[in-house]
């Protein structure tokens, strides 16, 4: 099966009242641990990569271990995203290589660090939209910022710096006409999101319950959303590792926002720490072991076993074969048309 749009897949889960988990890859183990749960669980999937990942692997690396997956396992529909893009030409670098989903994150300058201003925003974003419809390519933007920093990429601060303003979030979805939104609502990037499990003073649900009555026919999108639950910290840390205690998102809030609209829901923080905890395991219990596949085929099993819980737990489990995937042409079409428009104004005519 050809890569599939991840508008048709966020679409159908609309329909279907699930969310969408799409996972960060940086390597073939990490894209076989996804197949391998997608297979186990009967679930559509996003496999995303960000700037990073792409100089890491290289990106023609990393394109075609996704297309070996889509080879390899014809019966799922996979949709391969540019994950946080900080410009219009790194998103189409992406769609030159054959991504069918970018995200323009225009909440940071180019730097990946700065907060931009709303028109900046409005204006990359848009530029993206109005490059990438065309080719049937799904846009995902974002509006607010979320706190912390991953490999150089954030603003820094707390995830309650810069919440996303539904006022703001509004006019953002009518002026750009994004597919999907990503909003800020206290989560961060990484491991340490929270001190404590988080309630609704430090974890704004509210300000994504509001935002999706406001624009229910942009899928929302939850970033920083790791549950970084304390069996996979406690792992890391018998064997060697050196953990702060820490907090992730409840998977009964992201359950919670998918009643409310949240269609895809990003996950990266989980899978490191089950590779990391495999890895150090095997390591700190066999130091005799240096053959790399005695520790990452656990480490690969570890992700593995992440995965398929949260495609269990976000509701896509069973939906692979729901429906016929449409060419990338057709998608074009169908923006092309007005269909497929999601701005505020015309959506829900
Ligand atoms: O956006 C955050 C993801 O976890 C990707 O992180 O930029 O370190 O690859 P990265
Ligand atoms: P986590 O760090 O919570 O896994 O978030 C990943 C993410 O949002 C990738 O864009
Ligand atoms: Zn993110």
């Not at 670098?93 to 995200?103: D, E, P």
């Amino acid at each position: 099966m050809p890569l599939v749009s991840m508008r048709q897949l966020l679409d159908e889960a609309a329909k279907g009242g699930y969310g969408v988990g799409a996972f960060n890859v940086n390597d073939m183990e990490q894209i076989q641990a996804i197949m391998g749960a997608a297979t186990e669980t009967k679930s559509p999937v996003i496999i995303q990569a960000s700037r990073g990942a792409r100089q890491f692997a290289q990106d023609r690396y990393l394109f075609h271990l996704i297309l070996a997956a889509s080879e390899l396992h014809p019966e799922i529909p996979i949709a391969m995203h540019q994950d946080h893009g900080n410009s219009f030409e790194t998103c189409k670098s992406a769609i030159a290589l054959g991504y069918t989903s970018v995200m323009m994150d225009g909440s940071l300058k180019e730097d990946g660090k700065t907060p931009s201003t709303f028109e900046e925003n409005v204006e990359v974003t848009r530029r993206v939209v109005e490059y990438a419809h065309p080719l049937g390519v799904t846009v995902e933007g974002e509006i607010g910022v979320l706190g912390g920093v991953e490999d150089g990429h954030g603003a820094g601060g707390s995830g309650l710096d810069h919440i996303t303003d539904p006022d703001q979030a509004v006019e953002f979805a009518e002026r750009t006409g994004v597919d999907a939104l990503a909003i800020a609502i206290g989560t961060s990037h990484g491991a340490y999101k929270f001190n404590k499990k988080p309630d609704g003073s430090v974890l704004k649900m509210d300000v994504l319950i509001e935002i999706h009555k406001r624009l229910p026919h942009t899928h929302l999108v939850m970033h920083g959303s790791s549950s970084v639950p304390k069996d996979l910290q406690d792992i890391v840390n018998e064997y060697g590792g050196k953990l702060k205690e820490t907090w992730g998102v409840p998977v009964e809030e992201i359950q919670l926002g998918i009643r409310n609209g949240v269609r895809k829901i990003n996950v990266d923080t989980d899978n490191r720490l089950a590779i990391t905890g495999a890895i150090r395991k095997v390591l700190w219990t066999q130091p005799e072991k240096f053959d790399p596949r005695d520790y990452m085929k656990p480490a690969r099993e570890a992700m593995q076993k992440v995965v398929s819980q949260r495609m269990t737990q976000f509701g896509q489990a069973g939906h692979s074969a729901d429906y016929a995937p449409l060419p990338i042409t057709e998608i074009a079409k169908g923006y092309a048309s007005g269909a497929l428009d999601t701005r505020p104004s015309l959506a829900a005519k």
